[in-house]
């Protein structure tokens, strides 16, 4: 029996095709990760000029809402940090042809995450030190009226 020259072509078809759909799906994997990432740093980059407006309501008005708000803010913050964070090593772990790259990138990131949080917290721990009493003070007297 001999085969037919058609049908090796076919198959050789098939196995191209297959190959450049595989291909495809790869690129197409990785842009989606792009948008997602670039997504993710787009929203904590928004948290950050929350947390900044909020610093300065705080530092102006000095009231225990505006301290929940802020607080609110930062762990907001805080809690999309590490998610993003663990995501992004998560998701490189996976990819074996560039492991240790990838995973040397996440630890900046983190490691610059944190320096970034703890500006934030040192450029207003004398308000919050403040707040704190003035909201003791606050409530001596509320418990000296009742």
């Given amino acids: 029996m001999k085969i037919n020259k058609d049908i090796r072509s076919q ?3 098939r196995k191209l095709k297959k190959t450049t759909t595989k291909k495809s799906g790869l690129s197409f ?8 990432e ?3 740093v787009e929203q904590l980059e928004q948290l950050i ?3 900044a407006d909020q610093g300065e309501r705080l530092a102006r008005y000095r009231t225990i809402r505006e301290l929940a708000k802020f607080k609110r803010y ?3 913050f805080l809690r999309e940090a590490v998610q993003y964070g ?3 090593t998560h998701s490189h772990t996976f990819q074996m042809n560039h492991n240790s790259r990838r995973l040397s990138l996440v630890k900046q990131i983190d490691e610059k995450l944190i320096e970034l949080t703890d500006a934030i917290v ?3 721990r004398r308000s ?3 707040l704190d009493m003035i909201g003791e003070i606050k409530g001596m007297l509320v418990n000296l009226y009742s």
């Fill in 29 to 36: 994997d990785a842009m989606v990760m792009s948008q997602s």
């Fill in 38 to 40: 670039k997504l993710q």
């Fill in 11 to 13: 198959l050789d078809a």
């Fill in 49 to 51: 000029e929350e947390i």
């Fill in 128 to 130: 919050i030190d403040l």
């Fill in 122 to 124: 040192e450029q207003e």
């Fill in 74 to 76: 930062v762990k907001e």
């Fill in 86 to 88: 663990l995501d992004i």
